[in-house]
């Protein structure tokens, strides 16, 4: 079914729902600078609104410009993104930013064609960022937006498809207004966000509620049609923590590609025997596990300390426990030096 029948009317009802009832005093909102506008895109993608907060701030007092960000190192960067998670993010964002000072001359393309060109911005976030610092009537379609687009038009077509979800796309752009398309594209993030939420959207407060075909149907949560489940996995890995007796902390660096990929642990071993075959005869302390949910598996994460002994021990940084904040840890590890 098209849009076209409630087209006008939509865009001018989430228009003025936004304008009276939507978040309006975030600190990247009533701002037209393409930095931080972008900035909190991607800090936003997969994250609550909540959890971003302090990140962004402290982003931007240590990098208040596009050009100071690309200046600083990778491992600066993963440093004050540690425990948002999703570490491919601050990976781009940091190549980004490079692109954006190096070929740009520090100012983001005006397009939202000329955004998707740079790393790390897909189409949908190419689009907010054009829509809220431009102007440009460009439609975006993120996770809150499928959903609050999926009930209106009660779309039944199976997003794990590639060409269901070209056909949404499509509706998406041909129900943005003529006018106001920045406010607009900010209720549709706020409606899926507080009002048509996955499982418990509250029907009675939301403006749309007349032209939703979807609740008219009697059962909105139905839409989207997404098929297509993840297999979730489990993984099972051994840390070895060894620690001076002046405080300092043996760390890795993890690969470049991979989970948590460039960030620093405990020396890691796919197995109980392994880490303890890094040091024979030690008497190891075993520490609760951790078990840590991640997007496609379940892992388990068994930590035994030790007071380094003389001898030869892991390759690795010995780090200072009060310079860790230097170091990019993931939240578990983190989280577990400082409960130790």
């Given at each position: 079914m098209r849009p076209t029948a409630l087209s006008e009317d939509f865009g001018k009802t989430v228009v003025a729902w936004q304008r009276k009832h939507g978040r309006n005093t975030l600190p990247w909102q009533n701002t037209r600078d393409p930095y931080r506008v972008w900035l909190s895109e991607i800090m936003l993608q997969q994250t609550q609104v909540v959890t971003v907060l302090g990140y962004y701030e402290r982003f931007?007092?240590?990098?208040?410009?596009?050009?100071?960000?690309?200046?600083?190192?990778?491992?600066?960067?993963?440093?004050?993104?540690?425990?948002?998670?999703?570490?491919?993010?601050?990976?781009?964002?940091y190549a980004c930013a490079r692109a954006v000072a190096e070929l740009h001359g520090g100012a983001f393309p005006?397009?939202?064609?000329?955004?998707?060109?740079?790393?790390?911005?897909?189409?949908?976030?190419?689009?907010?960022?054009?829509?809220?610092?431009?102007?440009?009537?460009?439609?975006?379609?993120?996770?809150?937006?499928?959903?609050?687009?999926?009930r209106v038009l009660a779309f039944d077509g199976d997003l794990a498809s590639s060409t269901s979800e070209r056909r949404l796309w499509d509706h998406a752009t041909e129900l943005l207004p003529e006018r106001d398309v920045?406010?607009?594209?900010?209720?549709?993030?706020?409606?899926?966000?507080?009002?048509?939420?996955?499982?418990?959207?509250?029907?009675?407060?939301?403006p749309v509620q007349p032209l939703c075909r979807g609740?008219?149907?009697?059962?909105?949560?139905?839409?989207?049609?997404?098929?297509?489940?993840?297999?979730?996995?489990?993984?099972?890995?051994?840390?070895l923590w060894l620690e001076k007796a002046g405080g300092q902390i043996l760390l890795q660096q993890r690969p470049a590609t991979g989970v948590w990929a460039g960030l620093w642990t405990l020396p890691m071993y796919h197995d109980e025997a392994g880490a303890r075959a890094a040091l024979p005869g030690a008497v190891l302390e075993t520490l609760p596990r951790i078990e840590h949910a991640l997007t496609h598996f379940d892992w388990v994460l068994?930590?035994?300390?030790?007071?380094?002994?003389?001898?030869?021990?892991?390759?690795?940084?010995?780090?200072?426990?009060?310079?860790?904040?230097?170091?990019?840890?993931?939240?578990?590890?983190?989280?577990?030096?400082?409960?130790?």
């Open positions: 931007l007092t240590r990098w208040p410009k596009v050009t100071d960000l690309a200046a600083a190192t990778l491992d600066e960067v993963l440093a004050q993104w540690a425990g948002l998670g999703y570490y491919s993010r601050a990976r781009n964002l005006p397009t939202a064609a000329g955004l998707q060109s740079l790393p790390g911005i897909g189409r949908s976030t190419a689009a907010a960022i054009a829509a809220f610092c431009f102007g440009e009537r460009v439609a975006i379609l993120d996770g809150n937006v499928k959903r609050v687009l999926g920045d406010r607009y594209t900010q209720g549709l993030m706020d409606l899926g966000a507080t009002v048509c939420t996955t499982r418990s959207p509250n029907c009675l407060l939301c609740q008219q149907a009697g059962d909105p949560t139905r839409y989207p049609v997404k098929t297509r489940k993840l297999k979730r996995g489990r993984r099972e890995n051994w840390w068994h930590t035994m300390r030790v007071e380094a002994p003389e001898g030869n021990l892991p390759g690795g940084t010995w780090v200072a426990r009060e310079k860790l904040a230097d170091y990019a840890l993931p939240a578990p590890l983190k989280k577990l030096i400082d409960e130790s």
